[in-house]
């Protein structure tokens, strides 16, 4: 089945210590987006790929970055995580802008 | 600014019963509109969207109801069951061709 795959599901780090969550697609989708999802509270978007070229939402932290090597993949980099970064992160993608966008099962992330 | 909001954070329905999930949304722009269910540690999945040219849209036990005229949704699930506990999101399609999600609605089915 085609799907968005993320790994891993759970993830502990320390305060401060880089962390790199991965996400694939199997849809050949042409955008993929990061989320940062907190307790009782909707996704919130940090940026988002449109094919090569990346789109970062203004209120994102500097502290986020992201990569997409290609189409299939795209990976979400916290250089030095706070207990403030400690949440879901959620990777989607759609076919194209204006298009639904489909959920990956998401990374449970703990700052220690 | 633009918004989408959920005027219930917490629905909890009888087993059998029908469910209605409101939300509000203040872009009389806006054109696209999806509800998303998300489980308890799972990413949000889509269940069903609308174009603001229709105002209603069926699918299976769920049907969404789009009011352009007072710039609300809503999601209906018949014969509610305790698979559909979880929390509903609603989302509309931003200027940008973002999703602007609403706060969410806790739906809880007791049997």
């Known amino acids: 089945d085609a799907m968005v795959i993320q790994n891993p599901r759970y993830q502990v780090t320390q305060f401060g210590k880089p962390v790199t969550l991965s996400c694939s697609q199997t849809?050949?989708?042409?955008?993929m987006y990061w989320y940062q999802q907190k307790s009782s509270q909707a996704p919130k978007l940090l940026f988002h790929?449109?094919?090569?070229?990346?789109?970062n939402e203004a209120d994102t932290p500097d502290n986020f970055q992201s990569r997409r090597p290609n189409t299939s993949f795209c990976f979400l980099d916290i250089r030095s995580p706070g207990l403030g970064d400690a949440a879901m992160y959620l990777c989607a993608t759609s076919r194209d802008q204006a298009y639904t966008q489909y959920f990956g099962p998401g990374t449970r992330l703990t700052v220690l | 600014g633009e918004s989408v909001g959920l005027h219930l954070p917490t629905l909890s329905v009888q087993e059998g019963d029908n469910s209605i999930i409101n939300c509000a949304y203040s872009n009389s722009a806006s054109d696209y509109f999806i509800w998303y269910k998300q489980e308890s540690g799972k990413g949000p999945q889509f269940i069903i969207d609308?174009?603001?040219?229709?105002d209603k849209r069926q699918g299976q036990r769920v049907t969404v109801l789009l009011n352009k005229t007072v710039k609300h949704l809503s999601l209906q699930i018949a014969a509610t069951q305790p698979g559909d506990s979880a929390v509903y999101f609603c989302a509309e399609l931003n200027a940008g061709n973002m999703l602007t999600f609403g706060g969410g609605t806790r739906l809880m089915v007791k049997p």
């Open positions: 609308i174009r603001s040219n229709m």
């Open positions: 790929y449109y094919d090569k070229d990346f789109n």
């Open positions: 849809l050949n989708h042409n955008v």
